[in-house]
């Protein structure tokens, strides 16, 4: 069965028996050679292109890395490349704006700034000039970032025109795509049954970590089902007694959806990776991918989260301390998918901690997610400490919880803490950080989360 993606405004056909060939690759094979191979893993955004999203009913710009979308995955999408932007010659205000700062020398990675710059002068919710931030995903090895910076916050409102009308009207559904060697259901008992009769075939979200898979480890697989049109994994949702958030709601919508948000939710998504990327990821795939430096699992634990699983023996509910078996492995049975993460409230009052060795676009080194409520009488009623990077899985310590609870939060049970946090961790060294660095780097962000609840 054909399937197809608006390229520029017009149709590309896509082949969903080949799905080996990301969205960058067909783009420079069609000559649109302003999307550049910089890295092939997400990190310096020279192949960022536009893409046409919906954001609460709304159309919206976003930019996306080219290199991590395969391409039957952008079937139904609607693209646009650096090339589209300058209408006949007249350059585009994100064009004008960098060559006018000096923000260009080799030219590089100046597509890519651009086209970031570009999404981020059309955001709906802007007001003042461009936010530098919206260029985050992007690196650029010549020019430094003062003239970049400065082309940003030089950039104003979006003019008329094309790209101004064409958010009037909404962002294409995705429609279901159904092949041998990749499908895209629309429902969970499709994407079961599906997985169920292929079983060598792999699930593939936001395909940020797929991508990376795909590009640098030459991972090749027999089939692939796209997760991204199940309307159910999209879901977003928030009573008095839980918050629900669907798998494969990229991360950006999470921020965007969650309106009542804690202030750490914020946080938390500032430090992960940088917008093209947020903008693709995915907690379905931060979870299931089960990296003992995912970044959502420490958050996620200290909340008490639960993982809503369908497979072909029905729906379950595991608590997400259980969901992890071992380095990189799940409780995930054959052809069973994560629907939603499910957090139960109230919702203790977290604080997230990343030590990575950039503050912002970087994996984690270590992560911790730690809470502690007093009761009337100043004692420790209930205290979590989950941590990433420090063990095979991401984990709560729950002999350091049991050391605090019942105790005064004062600097003789942070020793303890500490001590248990000790006792419990075993991380192993790599280029990140030695195994001592990151027993010292647990320990004294327990220190830090104390100073922080005290003073
Ligand atoms: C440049 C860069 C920066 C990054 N920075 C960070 C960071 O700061 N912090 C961090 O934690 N991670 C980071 N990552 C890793 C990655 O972005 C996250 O792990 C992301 O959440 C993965 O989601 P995805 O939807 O893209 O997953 P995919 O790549 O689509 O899939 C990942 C895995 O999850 C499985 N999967 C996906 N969805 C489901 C589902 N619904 N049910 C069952 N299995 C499923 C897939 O089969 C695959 O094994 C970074 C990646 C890149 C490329
Ligand atoms: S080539 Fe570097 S992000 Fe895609
Ligand atoms: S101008 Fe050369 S890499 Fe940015």
Not at 3 to 25: K, M, Q, S, W, Y
Not at 85 to 100: I, K, Y
Request: net charge neutral.
């Amino acid at each position: 069965m054909g399937c197809g993606f608006l390229l520029n405004g017009r149709h590309v056909e896509i082949d969903p028996g080949a799905p080996h060939a990301t969205l960058l690759d067909i783009l420079r094979s069609r000559g649109l050679t302003g999307s550049k191979e910089g890295c092939a893993e997400g990190e310096c955004g020279s192949c960022s292109v536009l893409m046409v999203a919906d954001e609460d009913g709304q159309s919206c710009y976003r930019a996306v890395n080219s290199c991590l979308m395969l391409l039957p995955t952008a079937a139904d999408r609607e693209i646009y490349t650096v090339e589209s932007l300058a209408n006949g010659g007249d350059l585009s205000d994100a064009q004008r704006a960098m060559a006018s700062a000096g923000g260009s020398q080799c030219g590089y990675c100046t597509p890519g700034f651009v086209v970031n710059l570009f999404a981020e002068q059309y955001r709906r919710d802007r007001v003042g000039p461009c936010d530098p931030h919206a260029l985050a995903g992007c690196l650029c090895r010549c020019t430094g970032y003062r003239p970049i910076r400065d082309a940003a916050l030089s950039v104003g409102p979006p003019p008329d025109g094309f790209f101004k009308e064409r958010l009037q009207r909404p962002a294409a559904l995705l429609d279901a795509v159904a092949g041998e060697r990749f499908a895209r259901p629309t429902t969970v008992d499709e994407a079961v049954a599906w997985l169920a009769s292929h079983p060598a075939a792999k699930i593939v979200a936001g395909c940020t970590d797929r991508g990376v898979e795909f590009n640098l480890r030459h991972a090749r697989w027999p089939a692939l089902i796209s997760v991204e049109a199940i309307a159910e994994l999209h879901q977003f949702n928030e009573t008095d007694a839980e918050v629900r958030i669907g798998a494969a709601l990229p991360l950006t919508d999470i921020g965007g959806r969650w309106l009542k948000a804690p202030a750490v939710v914020g946080e938390w998504l500032t430090l992960f990776a940088s917008p093209p990327i947020r903008h693709r990821a995915t907690l379905g795939g931060n979870l299931a991918t089960a990296s003992p430096i995912g970044d959502s699992a420490p958050l996620l634990l200290a909340w008490d989260a639960a993982v809503h699983l369908a497979g072909p023996a029905g729906r379950r509910v595991v608590p997400l301390a259980s969901f992890f078996t071992g380095y990189r492995t799940t409780v995930l049975g054959q052809a069973e998918i994560v629907v939603a993460i499910s957090l139960p409230k109230p919702l203790p009052d977290v604080r997230f901690y990343k030590v990575a060795k950039r503050r912002l676009d970087d994996i984690s080194t270590v992560s911790a997610a730690m809470a502690v409520s007093l009761g009337p009488d100043r004692r420790v009623q209930q205290a979590r400490f989950a941590f990433g990077g420090v063990a095979a899985t991401p984990l709560r310590v729950i002999e350091a919880e049991a050391a605090a609870q019942g105790q005064p939060w004062n600097a003789r049970t942070v020793e303890r803490v500490q001590q248990a946090i000790e006792r419990s961790l075993s991380p192993r060294g790599d280029h990140r950080g030695s195994k001592a660095y990151r027993e010292q780097v647990s320990q004294s962000l327990v220190e830090r989360f104390w100073l922080e609840t005290t003073t």
